[in-house]
């Protein structure tokens, strides 16, 4: 039995060489251009020839989203993006248009078109159609139950789907939605959401302007659009079995920290079961993991609809099981530079986990910045020389958290 593809989000250079070195087997990104998430940070022509360069050298994938829903003008530009993308050699472009997708076969035939979640895969049909035409993978809907992908995996065996297993959902059909256009005038469709699905609201009756009509689940509003977090990792077995080729993490905007984790805790449960299915024992420090990364209250989401609701009413805030301190850029002895997300003091003692896995304790002994230091400053993190005890081998790329 084969281990699925893990396919994490690298929204910046930093957030991919996180993603590769704990556990993805490919990463997506965008360019300046043509993706959903133009908030991400993304990457200049430059930065993806080098991190095609840096993908290729690790015996991974990488894949580039062009998933807008592009107007008149974005044609020939999307035309010459792609034959750009063909020269670096990407694996594969990710777009939801059919006109795209007719423009990525001509300008880059040498590059695989997988179907973005965007253009609403929902049946077995629609993915054969898709197959005719040239596509190497379909990406399905998140509204689909598992049943209904059992389905369309048994009648479309000639093709690859990835689905959804990790991350946000949003509260329309796979992001068609135009709420942040008309509340804000930023786009969804074409990468500015403004996430006006998180906000609080009150309603107000026709005949009564100016009286807001309490909806409340606390004093400060009911988030009445507002889903929670999906979080498939409980049930990751079942998609294997039936023979999904990629489970993909959402998150392009989430810091390396969440890029790090989830990587980790998703390849390290698909590992868990493949080796040994007939006495397959769910590990709960992997969802342990999970409950340390900023994330909303989780659910199956639709995947299994017994799983309860979705929509969470009380609060759009985050929780985190565990806060990320920094990490490790280089060491040397007891020495190591470290990137400071949080304040650390001497006598902090911080956990770390390593891009193997590993676990410890490192202990704040000393700190410099041109000189020795009490405390990390609360204001424009740096990188700070620490003196540190450590109960486990800190390699480059080990995270510190509290």
Avoid at 147 to 170: D, M, N, S, W, Y
Avoid at 275 to 280: E, L, Q, R, T
Wanted: charged residues 25%; proline residues 4%.
């Amino acid at each position: 039995m084969k281990i699925p593809e893990i396919l994490s989000p690298a929204g910046n250079p930093e957030k991919l060489e996180f993603a590769l070195r704990y556990g993805a087997d490919a990463v997506y990104l965008a360019g300046e251009n043509f993706g959903l998430r133009s908030a991400a940070g993304n990457f200049s022509r430059k930065e993806l020839a080098e991190a095609v360069e840096r993908v290729k050298a690790s015996d991974k994938k990488i894949y580039v989203t062009a998933n807008i829903f592009p107007r008149n003008p974005d044609l020939k530009p999307m035309a010459e993006y792609f034959g750009f993308l063909n020269e670096i050699k990407v694996d594969a472009v990710i777009v939801s248009d059919l006109g795209a997708f007719n423009i990525l076969k001509k300008e880059a035939p040498g590059i695989r078109a997988h179907i973005s979640v965007q253009a609403n895969n929902l049946n077995y049909a629609e993915v054969l159609a898709w197959q005719e035409l040239g596509a190497s993978r379909i990406i399905l809907a998140r509204e689909l139950s598992f049943t209904e992908i059992r389905e369309i995996r048994q009648k479309c065996p000639g093709i690859e789907l990835e689905i959804f297993v990790h991350g946000a959902i949003c509260m329309s059909y796979s992001g068609r939605c135009m709420m942040s256009n008309y509340l804000t005038g930023r786009d969804p469709n074409r990468g500015d959401c403004s996430q006006p699905c998180r906000w609080s609201y009150t309603l107000v009756e026709e005949k009564r302007p100016g009286e807001n009509i309490d909806v409340i689940e606390d004093d400060r509003g009911t988030y009445i659009f507002n889903s929670k977090d999906l979080c498939s990792i409980r049930e990751l077995h079942r998609f294997i079995e039936i023979g999904i080729e990629s489970f993909k993490i959402e998150g392009r905007m989430k810091s390396s920290y969440y890029a790090a984790v989830t990587a980790f805790a998703y390849k390290k449960e698909a590992e868990n079961y493949v080796k040994d299915p007939a006495n397959y024992k769910f590990d709960e420090t992997v969802y342990q993991e999970l409950e340390n990364v900023s994330h909303r209250e989780y659910t199956d989401g639709f995947y299994f609809p017994d799983g309860g609701i979705n929509q969470n009413y009380k609060t759009s805030s985050y929780a985190s099981g565990k806060s990320y301190a920094g990490y490790v850029r280089e060491i040397n002895g007891n020495k190591a530079l470290v990137s400071v997300k949080a304040t650390l003091k001497i006598g902090d003692v911080v956990e770390v986990l390593t891009p193997g896995g590993s676990r410890g304790n490192v202990a704040v002994k000393g700190i410099q910045d041109n000189k020795m230091i009490e405390q990390t400053h609360t204001k424009n993190f740096e990188d700070y020389l620490l003196t540190v005890e450590t109960t486990a081998p800190i390699t480059p790329y080990s995270i510190l958290r509290k």
